[in-house]
C-alpha cells in the first residue's frame, strides 16, 4: 500500500470512501464540455483514479468492494430487466423482429472482430480484450457479466472497460448529434408517447425486484443443455426480470412502475458497481494501458455504430429518427437518446430503442458468459 493509501486507511472507513468517491464522481459526471457529460460514469473515473493513487491491498477492503460489485449488479440488471420486459410487452409487431435483427447482427459482428483483435495481438490479454469490448459498446450488465470470473479477471477487465468506455460515450453522442442536425425536415419523425393512469405501490415495487434478484441467481446457476455453461447471475437475473416485467404487463395493464422509484434503484446499483469495480480496476490500470487499447476500443465503437446505421437508414430505408434510436440501442447508450429527446425537430422511437437496447444487451452478456466460461 502507498503512504497516501496508508494515511487514508488509517483516517477513514471503508463507508466513508465508498461515499466520498461516489460524491466526487457524482459531481464529476456533471460536467459537461460540449453538451457531453460521463454522468454516473463519473464515480468509475474517480473509483479507478482512487485505486490508482492509494492502491490499497488489504483482504477485508477487496472483499466489500467484491461485496458491492455483485450488491450493485444485482440491483441495477434486475431494474433493466422488468422495465425492458414491461416495455416489450407493449409493442410485439414487425417492427420487433426488425430490431432483434439488427440488434443481433450488429453485436456478434462487433464480437467476432473482437475475437480477430485479439487472435492477432497476443500481447494483450483476454479478460482485458473482454472489458474492452464491453466499455466501446458502454454495456456495464456485460462487464458485470465478465467480471463474476474471478477477482483477478475482474480488475483487468474492469481497466479495460475504463479506456474503451471514455470513446464508447462519446462516439456515439457526436455521431447521433452531428446527423441530427442533417436534413432536418425531410427525415423529421414523431412517436407517440404512451400513457399509464397508475403507477405500481413502492412496496410492490421492492418486493418485485427482490423476487427477480433471488430467482435471477437460482436461474443463472443453472447450466444450459448441450453446451454445459450456466447464464451466470447477471444474464439470469436479466431474463428473469424480463419474464417478470413481461408477466406484470400482461396481468396488471395500465399500471406502471415509478419513473423515480425505478431510476433511484438502478441509479444505486451502477453506483455501487462502478465503485466495487473501479478501484481494484484503479490498482492495474497503469500495467494495462498502452495506445492499442485505445485503438481496439475505437474500432469496436465505430463498427457498431456504422453497421446498425446503415442496415437501418440505407438498406431498410428507415427515417434518420428511427435510425438513430436504433443505433443508441445498439449501443446500449442512454446519453445518445438523450440527445434526440432535447432535439426538436426530431422525436426518438421509444419502442425502437428499447427493443433493440434489450436484445442488444443480452447478446452481449449471453456472448461474454459463453466466451469467460470456454476459457475457464
Known amino acids: 500500500m502507498s503512504k497516501i493509501g496508508y494515511l487514508l486507511d488509517g483516517q477513514l472507513s471503508n463507508v466513508c470512501i465508498v461515499f466520498i468517491i461516489i460524491i466526487i464522481g457524482y459531481g464529476l459526471g456533471k460536467i459537461k464540455i460540449f453538451g457531453i457529460s460521463f454522468d454516473l460514469s463519473g464515480i468509475l473515473i474517480v473509483a479507478m483514479l482512487y485505486g490508482m493513487i492509494v492502491r490499497p491491498d488489504s483482504d477485508s477492503f477487496l472483499q466489500n468492494m467484491k461485496f458491492l460489485t455483485s450488491f450493485g449488479t444485482s440491483l441495477f440488471i434486475s431494474v433493466i430487466g422488468i422495465t425492458s420486459g414491461y416495455g416489450l410487452s407493449k409493442c410485439i409487431n414487425r417492427k420487433v423482429l426488425f430490431c432483434f435483427f439488427v440488434g443481433i447482427i450488429t453485436i456478434l459482428i462487433d464480437f467476432f472482430v473482437m475475437l480477430t483483435l485479439l487472435k492477432l495481438d497476443g500481447t494483450i490479454s483476454p479478460d482485458t480484450m473482454y472489458g474492452i469490448f464491453c466499455g466501446a459498446l458502454t454495456s456495464t450488465p456485460g462487464l458485470s457479466t465478465v467480471c463474476e470470473v474471478s477477482d483477478s479477471f475482474a480488475a483487468a477487465a474492469t481497466a479495460g472497460y475504463g479506456c474503451a468506455y471514455i470513446f ?36 410492490t415495487g421492492l418486493i418485485l425486484i427482490t423476487a427477480v434478484i433471488i ?24 431474463c428473469t426480470g424480463l419474464i ?100 426538436k425537430n426530431l422525436c426518438p422511437d421509444t419502442a425502437v430503442y428499447s427493443i433493440t437496447y434489450t436484445v442488444a444487451l443480452l447478446t452481449i452478456i449471453i456472448s461474454m458468459r ?7
Request: charged share 10%; proline share 4%.
Open 168 to 203: 464508447g460515450v462519446i462516439g456515439v453522442v457526436l455521431f447521433v448529434q452531428f446527423l441530427s442536425k442533417y436534413n432536418k425536415s425531410k427525415f423529421t419523425n414523431s412517436s407517440p408517447k404512451t400513457t399509464y393512469e397508475q403507477t405500481i405501490p413502492t412496496l
Open 215 to 238: 430467482l435471477g441467481e437460482i436461474l443463472g446457476g443453472i447450466k444450459l443443455p448441450f453446451i454445459g455453461v450456466s447464464l451466470g447471475n447477471s444474464c439470469g437475473s436479466l
Open 244 to 343: 417478470c416485467g413481461w408477466l406484470v404487463s400482461k396481468k396488471f395493464d395500465g399500471l406502471r412502475f415509478d419513473k423515480s422509484q425505478i431510476e433511484t434503484i438502478r441509479e444505486l446499483g451502477l453506483m455501487l458497481f462502478f465503485v466495487g469495480t473501479g478501484i481494484p480496476a484503479g490498482t492495474k490500470l497503469l500495467s494495462v494501458f498502452n495506445i492499442s487499447i485505445l485503438l481496439y476500443g475505437i474500432i469496436l465503437t465505430l463498427l457498431p455504430i456504422i453497421i446498425s446505421f446503415f442496415i437501418s437508414n440505407k438498406l431498410f430505408k428507415n427515417s434518420l429518427s428511427t435510425s438513430l434510436s436504433i443505433v443508441a440501442g445498439v449501443m446500449t447508450s442512454t446519453p445518445a437518446i438523450g440527445v434526440l429527446y432535447r432535439n
Open 370 to 376: 459463453i466466451i469467460t466460461a470456454i476459457l475457464l
